[in-house]
Each structure stands twice: as C-alpha cells, then as structure tokens.
C-alpha cells in the first residue's frame, strides 16, 4: 500500500514564524501534491512538483514556498506565519498525473496564534 | 474553470439502506473523477476513479458513475453501513493532474 506520511498531526506556532510540513511517501511518486482544507471553503491546492526540484502554482499558494530536493519529499514552507494560515494540511501524491489516484497523507492541523 | 458541486451537503439513512451520493462538475473536458472518504481529522483516501473514456468503477458495495455530457458523477452505496459515515468528497482532474474538489456530503447511518 502506499503511504504518505506527514511529520506532524498537530502543531502550534506563533505570527511571524517560520515554519515547515513536511511530507514523505513511500512509492516513488512523481507527482505529489499540498493542499489546505478549511470549513466551507474545501479543499484547495497550494503548490504542486511532478518532479525533482520542480514546482507548479496552485490556486492559492501566497504566503507559501515549496521545495522538492528529492523525489520521495516534499515540504511546505510558511514564510512568515500569519493567523490566516491556521488549518488542516494535506499532502498527497501519485504516480501519474491525471490517471492514477492521489494518494493522500492523515493531514496537519496547524494553529497559528 | 471547473467547479465541482455535491448536493445534499449532509445525509441520514437508517442502517442497511441503499443510497445515492451526487457530484456534478461544469467542464466536460475532464480527465478523470475520483471519489474519496474522510474521517474526522483525518486525511483522504480513495475509493474509485473513473476514467473519462469509463463509464463506471465498482469496488465492494460501491459502484460510481460517470457520465460526462451531462455533467455527473454518483456514488452509489448499497446495504449502507454504520462504518459508512464518513465525508464523501468528489473531484475532478484535468489534463494536468490538478484535483478541483467538490465540498463533500457528509453521511451519517443510524443503526
């Protein structure tokens, strides 16, 4: 089975901070993904890599960074941390764009206070 | 732009029940659709994809359907379960991969 493991189920972290999720998998993915999921808003993507050090906008990615330095990790960078960052972060990943399924980690809830 | 839409956003059924989730999506140039359950506080995980050139996918007492003139997908679970309630989240893909989320039915099976 594959598995997406993110570092951390709960974090804290205060404005201004810097902060880092990461995320590994276990299957070789190319592709992977980050998305936030927030009460009436839904899921949405932030950033996305379909390989080694290469990155894609997603909907939303302001306020945030990526970087891919190998193919089995992805991190998810808050520049400086803001209050309206707080909430459940995803990560998934997959090894075809478009034809397998996303494979998705158990999610971070990051509160930012 | 692709918008994805599940309508109801919330449903109960007594236990052993059959019934029909729904996802509709306004772009028919679509890749795939993927179908997935969550757990509170917990992460996805997926049930079914769907090919744009399928018609449907079966796995257990699921069975998912699309079709993409008309713009729709449904999850179709049958003898619905207690260990069934969960948030069902429907998502389309275009040709680069990017999943556009519907907001999620959310099911609840009363014994």
């Known amino acids: 089975d594959v598995k997406v493991t993110q570092s951390s189920r709960y974090l804290v972290k205060r404005t201004g901070e810097k902060v880092f999720l990461e995320c590994v998998q276990d299957m070789d993915h190319e592709n992977m993904f980050w998305y936030r999921q927030d009460p009436g808003l839904g899921l949405r993507l932030i950033y996305f890599s379909y390989d080694v050090k290469m990155k894609e906008k997603g909907d939303i990615p302001e306020g945030y960074s990526v970087s891919r330095e190998k193919k089995e990790r992805f991190s998810l960078i808050l520049e400086s941390a803001s209050t309206n960052q707080t909430s459940m972060y995803l990560c998934?990943?997959?090894?075809?764009?478009?034809?397998?399924?996303?494979?998705f980690g158990d999610g971070t809830r990051l509160s930012i206070l | 732009k692709q918008e994805v839409t599940q309508i109801p956003a919330a449903l109960s059924v007594p236990e052993g029940e059959n019934l029909v989730l729904n996802c509709s999506f306004t772009?028919?140039?679509?890749?795939?659709l993927q179908w997935f359950r969550q757990d509170p506080g917990k992460g996805l995980t997926s049930l079914l994809l769907i090919q744009s050139s399928q018609r449907e996918q079966t796995s257990g007492r699921l069975n998912a359907s699309l079709d993409k003139s008309s713009g729709r997908s449904t999850l179709y679970i049958a003898a619905s379960q207690p260990g069934d309630s969960a948030t069902y989240l429907c998502?389309?893909?275009?040709?680069?991969?990017?999943?556009?989320f519907g907001q999620g039915t959310t099911l609840q099976v009363k014994p």
């Open positions: 998934a990943s997959s090894p075809v764009l478009g034809y397998q399924p996303q494979h």
């Open positions: 772009d028919s140039a679509i890749y795939n």
């Open positions: 998502a389309g893909s275009g040709n680069t991969g990017k999943l556009i």
